[in-house]
């Protein structure tokens, strides 16, 4: 019987070396008050670590020597999530928005449509307006397409148009994005 070889743990590509990880002969290191001890032994900044009670992180491998910091590892690995939390915070993702109507639709309906688009596109949205055709009603393409250009001209000042009016099935699409400031 063939026992099956164990996987070889492997060190993760987005993890530091940290302390006994750190297989340098010279390594240059900075103390946690950001002065620099010089070069030494990577066995001998790993004592002034432990005696600290802080780890040893590589900065900088390709450095030669390669640049450790003394610091707590944890309390460092926590300050970078909580800046990327802050950072995604601050992100503003852009969807898209969809407005239907037909083309047979009223002034006032059309007017609230109207509002509801700079409405999106002030929140920085984009904004699909559809067009929907129920049976025979393809056939009046052309006053559908006036339609969805009269509305790109009304927004014209706060929107540019992404995609132009194109029919796909019973439906007629236009994409209006935001403008550039």
């Known amino acids: 019987m063939r026992s099956t ?8 590509s987005d993890s530091p070396y940290i302390n006994e990880r750190i297989r340098f002969p010279r390594v240059r290191v900075i103390d946690d008050e950001g002065t620099q001890l010089g070069i ?5 900044a790993i004592t002034i670590a432990q005696e600290k009670d802080l780890d040893l992180v590589l900065v900088s491998p390709d450095a030669d020597p390669p640049v450790c ?9 926590f300050e970078q999530e909580k800046k990327q939390r802050e950072a995604k915070k601050k992100q503003h993702t852009v969807d898209v928005k969809e407005i239907k109507m037909r ?3 009223e002034a006032h309906d059309y007017q609230v449509r109207l509002r509801n688009a700079q409405k999106f596109l002030a929140e920085g949205d984009k904004v699909k307006c559809t067009i929907m055709f129920r049976g025979r009603e ?10 969805l250009v009269r509305l790109a001209q ?11 009016p194109l029919t796909e099935g019973k439906n007629m699409i ?4 935001p403008k550039k400031s």
Not at 138 to 147: E, M, N, R, S
Not at 174 to 177: H, K, N, R
């Open 138 to 147: 393809i056939q009046h393409a052309d006053i559908a397409k006036k339609l």
């Open 103 to 105: 083309y047979t639709i």
């Open 40 to 44: 030494m032994s990577s066995r001998e």
């Open 69 to 77: 910091r003394i610091m707590n590892y944890g309390k460092f690995k």
């Open 154 to 164: 009304d927004l014209h000042e706060i929107a540019d148009v992404q995609q132009e």
């Open 5 to 12: 070889p164990r996987p070889v743990k492997t060190q993760r």
């Open 174 to 177: 236009m994409i209006l994005g």
